[in-house]
């Protein structure tokens, strides 16, 4: 065997212990030999731990480098939208059409907007900013129990000291008038003047600062632009708003006798609607004084309002004026009468009849006097007050007609040269 063991059975103790001296001494050698080399190399050697740190810093350094640039470029970006931003919110506030620069105004202090584009607003922030235009009506009658509750309405604020544009037929016949804003104060109100033509009338409040909405140009209105109405509904539910879309222009509408050119909204109309706003949904521009609906049992969402060009100018000059100009006019009053007839039915005929007569009026210098109650003009039979009117308007001033009014049990014709209406009457 290796390392010394002989074959044989004897042992040499002393030869064994040599050779293992040997080979020890020879591995020791070797050993020594090889060292300082592997002890070189582990000097210039870097543990693994240090390796991966080190790439890691360096990668972080990338990254951070690269962060930096793109937050600068980020912050650049985000102060230019801020200064664009800031320009816009600028010229929107400059062209608001809350009565400001964007706006025109009548001599009476009527606002006409000029905008058509859209608002900065969101649909929801520009329907809650109408609502603050937007008043509920409540109408007291005297009767021989003193002054009752008699009906309700809606009108809209057409001026930030106190004027409010409303329906006639709304104010008709009021002894006194209470208003309510949105936020739930009241005031009386006084008519400022009224216009059964249009069926258009102004009433005041004293107050000041009140926000109020600004008129648009109703010619430029198209079906299927979409607008949204506020009104006192039903008389209980003050500044409801519904929603909808034009659904016609320049319908011909008969109302009480009395032919109008009028707004078709499909935005749902209720009694205690008159007199409230439709608005642009774009902008919140009022295009129309809501005035009538349909009270057909089979017709659903038919509503009409006056468009606001229409609106502007009557009641711009009922504010400054007291009257319309620019109309013929006889220069009296008068009460709706019934006359009874009979045929084939039992039924009544509904008639004006003259209540008071102006001094040195057509109607005076014609020699109408107070009871006669007017049958026709110029053949036409008028239906009551509201037709009268109607026909009295498709004549120039300086026309003369003829008046067939009934004088006790006589019919009389009488010779009338119409002139310009100043005063809100027939």
């Not at 208003?179 to 739930?184: A, E, F, K, S, W």
């Not at 209720?270 to 409230?276: D, L, Q």
């Not at 008068?334 to 039915?345: A, C, K, N, P, Q």
Request: hydrophobic content about 35%; proline content about 2%.
């Amino acid at each position: 065997m290796e390392y010394g063991f002989n074959e044989g059975p004897e042992t040499n103790t002393e030869q064994m212990s040599n050779r293992i001296g040997e080979q020890y001494l020879s591995r020791a050698a070797e050993s020594s030999e090889q060292a300082p080399a592997a002890k070189t190399k582990h000097e210039r050697s870097w543990p693994a731990s240090a390796v991966v740190i080190t790439s890691l810093l360096a990668v972080l350094l990338v990254f951070s480098l690269v962060g930096a640039a793109l937050f600068g470029a980020r912050i650049s970006k985000l102060e230019n939208a801020a200064n664009d931003s800031a320009e816009k919110t600028a010229d929107g506030d400059a062209n608001s059409s809350s009565g400001s620069s964007g706006t025109t105004a009548f001599p009476s202090g009527v606002s006409f907007t000029s905008s058509t584009s859209a608002a900065n607003d969101s649909e929801t922030e520009i329907i809650q900013k109408s609502m603050k235009t937007v008043v509920s009506i409540d109408i007291m009658e005297q009767t021989s129990y003193g002054s009752t509750p008699s009906s309700s309405g809606s009108g809209v604020i057409i001026s930030e000291d106190g004027y409010i544009a409303t329906c006639a037929h709304v104010v008709s016949g009021a002894s006194k008038i209470y208003v309510y804003l949105n936020d739930g104060t009241s005031y009386e109100a006084e008519i400022v003047s009224s216009d059964s033509v249009s069926d258009l009338a102004v009433i005041k409040v004293d107050a000041t600062d009140l926000p109020y909405a600004a008129f648009a140009d109703s010619g430029s209105l198209q079906i299927g632009e979409k607008v949204f109405a506020i009104g006192n509904m039903l008389g209980q539910l003050s500044n409801s708003c519904t929603r909808g879309c034009i659904s016609g222009i320049d319908r011909s509408v008969s109302i009480d006798g009395n032919r109008m050119t009028l707004l078709q909204t499909d935005a749902a109309v209720n009694h205690g609607n008159s007199g409230g706003g439709l608005f642009r949904l774009s902008d919140g521009a009022l295009v129309g004084i809501v005035n009538a609906k349909s009270d057909a049992s089979n017709v659903e969402n038919l509503g009409f309002a006056i468009p606001s060009s229409d609106a502007a100018k009557v009641v711009s000059e009922l504010i400054e004026f007291g009257f319309v100009t620019g109309r013929p006019y006889l220069g009296i009053a008068t009460r709706d009468v019934s006359l009874g007839g009979y045929g084939i039915y039992y039924s009544y005929y509904i008639y004006p009849k003259v209540t008071d007569i102006e001094a040195d009026s057509p109607a005076e210098k014609a020699g109408f006097k107070v009871g006669d109650i007017i049958l026709d003009i110029d053949g036409e039979s008028v239906n009551g007050g509201n037709s009268l009117a109607s026909i009295l308007y498709t004549h120039a001033i300086g026309d003369t007609v003829t008046v067939t009014v009934l004088r006790g049990n006589s019919n009389v014709e009488l010779q009338v040269t119409l002139a310009e209406r100043t005063a809100d009457k027939n």
